[in-house]
């Protein structure tokens, strides 16, 4: 510990408060409204994120997220891009959003 606070002298907190973040979006054993909010909880912290980086940085973004459990989670899907990117998804594979979200979905 002692030394991952030395090799991160700066950003060692960050880093341990973002895993303790991840580790929420892998919890299982929740109801699916409990998921469902943790879901949109998380996609709007993503976009967010996005938004702001894109803004002071001018870094483009496309991402797409769904829940992890098949039976549980259908109705869990998400994506996003910044202004730059809008057309990434049916420039680059030839998709709309809601057939990327499929097509995510079908590799979990």
């Given at each position: 510990?002692?030394?991952f606070k030395k090799e991160?002298?700066?950003?060692?907190?960050?880093i341990?408060?973002?895993?303790e973040e991840s580790?929420?979006?892998?919890?299982t054993g929740k109801t699916?409204?409990?998921?469902?909010?943790?879901?949109?909880?998380?996609?709007?912290?993503?976009?967010q994120s996005l938004v702001a980086?894109?803004?002071?940085h001018g870094i483009e973004t496309a991402f797409v997220m769904a829940g992890s459990i098949v039976n549980q989670d259908a109705?869990?899907?998400?994506?996003?891009t910044t202004p730059g990117a809008?057309?990434?998804?049916?420039?680059?594979?030839?998709a709309d959003t809601d057939a990327i979200i499929g097509h995510f979905k079908a590799h979990i």
């Open positions: 510990y002692e030394l991160y002298r700066d950003t060692w907190q960050d341990l408060i973002k895993f580790t929420q979006y892998t919890e699916i409204a409990q998921r469902q909010q943790l879901f949109n909880k998380s996609a709007k912290r993503f976009t980086l894109s803004k002071a109705s869990l899907g998400y994506a996003y809008e057309d990434f998804f049916m420039e680059r594979c030839h």
